[in-house]
């Protein structure tokens, strides 16, 4: 079982930045690939950013150069530093762990969301 905790979330106006955290319990992440998703209401839940276990990134092409995703296995914690932020990035963002089984896949885990508003 992985427990994840998303902080960081909160009011900024266009153009800002905030760092959204994720800590995880229960499991270390040195071998779980991990990643932030954001949702609208109403909406599917769309993946913003991804992180494997070695290092590898990858982004939506929507937030590519303006959002950095980064982790610290040390503390356990997955990051994303969000710049130049638009009224279109408003939503709950959610972090996933991909939690490796022993059959093979994986199995998803989920925070609660944080939410994140833009203004104009």
């Known amino acids: 079982q992985v427990q994840l905790v998303e902080s960081g979330g909160g009011l900024v106006q266009t153009g800002g930045s905030l760092r959204l955290s994720c800590a995880a319990s229960?499991?270390?992440?040195?071998?779980?690939?991990m990643g932030w998703y954001r949702q609208d209401p109403g909406k599917q839940r769309d993946l913003v950013a991804a992180?494997?276990?070695?290092?590898?990134?990858n982004y939506a092409d929507s937030v590519k150069g303006r959002f950095t995703i980064s982790r610290d296995n040390a503390k356990n914690t997955v990051y994303l530093q969000m710049n130049n932020l638009k009224p279109e990035d408003t939503a709950v963002y959610y972090c996933?762990?991909?939690?490796?089984?022993?059959?093979?896949?994986?199995?998803?885990?989920w925070g609660q969301g944080t939410p994140v508003t833009v203004s104009s």
């Open positions: 996933n762990a991909k939690v490796p089984l022993w059959a093979g896949g994986h199995e998803d885990y």
């Open positions: 229960g499991s270390r992440l040195g071998n779980i690939a």
């Open positions: 992180i494997t276990s070695g290092g590898s990134t």
